[in-house]
């Protein structure tokens, strides 16, 4: 399922890789996420799907940070459908459930990367059945 992405991306808090309808995101240890970073990370977005409806999984593989009022700026970011967070840990999968109630959209935990795509590719399916495309 997973093809090769079109682009990575790899800036001193954060590795991305971007696929066609969805970007999977690994914060580096140790980060602190705050509103530079998303602001930093919506710009890369921006420059690669140019508003494009994508869907963001957020890949949890090391220890880090994330403010989670962060997730009510991206709330409004018409493009993202959804968020999964892929967790490593129980500990991980905890707090992405408490993230998630900060985030006004779809957002889901998962255990397994490939969960999580088959998730965001249902939820670009559904969009595009919505929008007639």
Same mark, same amino acid.
């Given at each position: 399922?997973?093809?090769?992405?079109?682009?990575?991306?790899? /800036?001193?808090? $954060? &590795?991305?890789?971007? &696929?066609?309808?969805?970007?999977?995101?690994?914060?580096?240890?140790?980060?602190?996420?705050?509103?530079?970073?998303?602001?930093?990370?919506?710009?890369?977005?921006?420059?690669?799907?140019?508003?494009?409806?994508?869907?963001?999984?957020? #890949? #949890? $593989?090391?220890?880090?940070?994330?403010?989670?009022?962060?997730?009510?700026?991206?709330?409004?970011?018409?493009?993202? /459908?959804?968020?999964?967070?892929?967790? !490593?840990?129980?500990?991980? &999968?905890? !707090?992405? /459930?408490?993230?998630?109630?900060?985030?006004?959209?779809?957002?889901?935990?998962?255990? !397994? /990367?490939?969960?999580?795509?088959?998730?965001?590719?249902?939820? $670009?399916?559904? &969009?595009?059945?919505?929008?007639?495309?």
């Amino acid at each position: 399922m997973k093809k090769d992405p079109f682009k990575i991306i790899h /800036l001193d808090f $954060i &590795y991305l890789e971007l &696929y066609e309808d969805f970007v999977i995101s690994t914060i580096q240890e140790g980060v602190a996420f705050d509103f530079p970073h998303l602001a930093k990370f919506f710009e890369v977005l921006e420059n690669n799907y140019n508003g494009k409806p994508i869907v963001s999984i957020a #890949r #949890r $593989i090391y220890d880090y940070t994330v403010n989670p009022t962060c997730y009510m700026i991206a709330s409004n970011k018409l493009n993202i /459908l959804g968020i999964a967070v892929v967790c !490593t840990s129980k500990s991980a &999968y905890e !707090t992405a /459930l408490f993230e998630k109630k900060f985030y006004k959209n779809t957002y889901e935990p998962f255990h !397994t /990367l490939e969960e999580a795509m088959e998730w965001s590719s249902d939820l $670009i399916e559904e &969009y595009n059945k919505n929008a007639g495309l």
